[in-house]
């Protein structure tokens, strides 16, 4: 039997797909914090053809369609996405995407805009 | 009677700050929530109206099954009724929104524990939080050979789900089923464990359906009886092998023989899988939407339809389903399924094998995703879906009236057909989606208009719904008559004794505690 023991089940288990930065000197896959909120709440939809990005391709063009590839995004604009939702996006309760995780997300999703 | 939208929660403002400060001392300021923000984050995602119709007051998230008590304890003192949610990702019946306003969600989306699995005897035990996403992961990261019943959308919570009598497409679809052995805390703060787990440390817990005395669990299901804090669920063992078979038909009235035929074949369990026939809508639904075919009123004219098969390659109705476990059996079986079909049929099947050793993605193992909220957009804007669910015989002639009275009242109410059917072993659910704007009020209230036609239809017919969205909780309680609606009498009588305050999710299934109940 195996066990783990309370907290979250997060980032010992991260999803199938990886948006990982594989380091050139080691070889080994850094993952921000942000990102793997980012991979565990909001990937499924805006993976290439998912969901989201099929609808962003829709209203923003195939360009902008990948979040992760942006660098226009603003970040009170994800924040008002993320807790009231925009066109086809449910949105997420402070219980789910607490607070604190959606700055890191911010972060992780504002981190190659033109500064 | 009222509907269900028009009550609310008789708490005052005074009443409802202390019983949320005296949670907040319990469990943390943090993870109690009452601003405008936090409110309307838990109203309907695909509201059918005005979604401050189904408003919570606030929330409270426990993480620990005695947080859980301790919050029903005080729901009885302060008299605030309570409504319960595991992910709250019930979309189209209601996403984490209660039947009447003005309640507190009791949140349950921290309690995350995977309490064991066992992969001999292919179960797991655990907390309401945890997602299909997380389970999946889960037994990845664990290398464990179980397999899950996901769903089209795969945001939610195993146990929600099941609680729900949520469906899947494997042989282990019919989630509640899967359900064994729960802890339950009920509406007096007590906590409980069902059949053999209401003995200390008893190792078959989740082994066995049955205990000693009366069996309780399904009493907890679709039901306001009690909060489940963790549950037993038996997964799937990874089989040796899969076949998949696949056949479209060309006309609506094909239907019959398809139903018939592979009605026999669930009977005598040769296909063990909840299996699904779908039109080409979903097709359409998941790839487009319909402004990209047609602009007109209405439903889309046959020629659009046409235009759609074209493109996809479907049929009117999509069959697909799988044999699973040891390769040589599903080859009998198989061949066994395609000489049924050929009695009735000229269509053959496509059929693809897979087996262990072959690469994984072929073996038509059912993993989370999302792919199905796509379709919600079918209709343009902001969308929004509700499915319209009875139950009927396994019978091609009465599946066929069913859909056909469906598709004749769809286009009467201008909403082009999406059906699919799950064939169980005895009975069939023939689900009708209605894909809508939530911008659109006028389409909004067609979806009313439409939603009560097809419940009067189908219980004109004998049929109910196997499950509603919140707007319609009392029009289904309702149609379940017999004699003076005998067992929503006796679930009412069950929900006094049990909660005489009212306390746990008031008017889920349109079962009211007597303290809401005058207003009806
Ligand atoms: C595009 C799309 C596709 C979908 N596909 C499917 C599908 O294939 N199959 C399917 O079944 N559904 C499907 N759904 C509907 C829905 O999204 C899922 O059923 C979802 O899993 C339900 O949300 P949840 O698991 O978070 O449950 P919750 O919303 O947490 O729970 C559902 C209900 O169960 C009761 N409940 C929950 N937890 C408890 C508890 N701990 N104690 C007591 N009562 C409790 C409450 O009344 C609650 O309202 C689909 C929806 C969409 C939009």
Known sequence: MRRIMGGRVLLAMLPLLFWGVVNAADNRVTVEPGQAYFMYHCETCHLPNGTGTKLLARRVGADK??????????????????????GGMPWFTRVEVTDAELEEIVNYLTRNNPR | MAASSSRRADVAPRQLTRFLKAVAAEIGDEWVFDSATDVASYQDVFALGDPRLHSPAGAVAPLTAAQVQTIVRLANRFKVPLWTISRGKNFGYGGAAPVMRGVVILDLTRMKRIIDVDEKLAYCVIEPGVGFYDLHAYLRANGIRLWMSCLGNSLGSVIGNAL??????????????????????????????T?????????????????????????FTQSNFGVVTRAGMWLMPEPEGTLSMTMNADKPEDIRWIVDTLGELRTKRIITQATTVRNY???????????????????MPDEVIERIRQKYGVGWWNINFRLYELPEV?????????????????????????????????SGESL???????????????GGHVGFSPVLPLNGELA???????????????????????????????????????????????????????IADAAQNGYGEYRTHIDFMDDVARSFAFNNHALLRWNEKLKDALDPNGILSPGKQGIWPARYREEA
């Open chain 2, 330 to 362: 599903n080859d009998a079986h198989a061949r066994f399924i395609e000489e049924k079909f050929k009695a009735v049929t000229d269509n053959r099947f496509e059929i693809s094998r897979w087996r262990q050793g072959d690469p994984p993605a072929l």
């Open chain 2, 368 to 382: 989370p995703g999302v792919g199905s909220m796509q379709m919600v957009n079918w209709a343009g804007g902001r």
């Open chain 2, 195 to 219: 059949g053999m787990g209401a003995m200390d440390d008893n190792p078959t817990w989740h082994l066995s359906r049955h205990g000693y005395g009366p069996g309780w669990e399904q009493m």
């Open chain 2, 400 to 454: 066929f009236a069913q859909f056909d009275r469906t598709r004749v009242r769809m286009k009467e109410f201008g909403f082009d057909y999406y059906g699919s059917m799950y064939l169980w072993e005895r009975a069939i659910t023939v689900i009708s989606q209605i894909f809508f704007d939530r911008d659109d009020a006028q389409m909004l209230e067609r979806v009313h208009g439409l939603f009560r036609a097809l």
């Open chain 2, 164 to 193: 729900e009598h949520g469906t899947g497409i494997t042989p282990y679809a019919d989630h509640a089923m899967n359900l064994c052995g729960m802890e339950l805390v009920m509406p007096d703060g007590d906590i409980v464990r």
């Open chain 1, 65 to 86: 369609s990948l979040l992760v590839r942006r660098t226009d995004l603003v970040g009170d604009y994800v924040r008002a996405v993320v807790r009231n939702g925009v």
């Open chain 2, 281 to 299: 809508m979903r097709w359409a639904a998941l790839d487009s939407v319909r402004s990209d075919w047609y602009d007109g009123p209405g439903a």
